[in-house]
């Protein structure tokens, strides 16, 4: 499957992490294992969360199919503590075994369908320790979060180092049935160019979530809605699965 422009091209994932920030999501990731173990974040990206978990001592690998965004992670890790890995989350083959692996940024909503979700919730898997969790998150589609996603309340402009003050807005393109497609369109206000990504997410119901786990081979699983660990429910802005291997 092709990588988002916005992820694959370095001129683009430099401006990723101005515009993207982890809040009340990345201290629950940094806080969810209570001792050092060794942590697989699958679509690790600029690796904001990936960085910080190795911070706090556990052994962590990061996976993402995108050059651009290994690229900004990497000079993120002057240290060296991360194992990072230029692959997808269906294909990566490692022989480390994991206690936790997580999907931040809703990663899982790239996979656009059951075969390309089963590919990487399988090898994901494989390269579990039994009883160790799997964290993902996707945000809930009864929440139409993308009806939010207009010129007007995505606007946002940003000063960049290196790059100058850069004005970022999404632009809705397509809404049919679970999918929602979408431009980013950024310009560069120092020159006046304009660097468009096209996206396509899933947005799977909760149910679907649980019986694509279940497929997988992942145990029992639990659902919230929020990252103060408030259950799921249908008003719910987010799904956020915690499964066991
Ligand atoms: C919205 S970003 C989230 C990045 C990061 N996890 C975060 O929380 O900031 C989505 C990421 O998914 C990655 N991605 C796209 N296709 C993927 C695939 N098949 N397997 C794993 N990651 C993928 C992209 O390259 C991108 O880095």
Known sequence: ??????????????LYDAFNHHGEDGDFYENFAQEPCRVLDIGCGTGSVTVRLAKRGHQVTGVDPAAGMLQVARMKDGQGRVD???AGAGEFSLSARFDLAIMTGHVFQ??????????????????????????????????????NWTRQKTTDRRVIDGVGSVEVYYQIKDVEAEHVTFDAIF???????????????????????ERLLAEAGFGESALLGWWDRTPYSETSPEIIAIARA
């Open 1 to 14: 499957m092709p990588v988002d422009a916005a992820f694959s091209r370095f001129d683009m994932a430099r």
């Open 187 to 209: 310009t560069l206000e120092a020159t006046g160019e304009t660097l468009t990504s096209e996206s396509r997410l899933r947005f799977p119901a909760a149910g679907t979530i």
């Open 110 to 147: 790239v996979f656009l369908d059951d075969a390309e979700t089963l590919a990487a919730l399988r090898n994901i898997h494989r390269h579990m320790v039994p009883g160790g969790r799997l964290i993902l998150e996707s945000r809930n589609p009864l929440a139409k979060a993308w009806e």
């Open 84 to 86: 990072w890995v230029h």
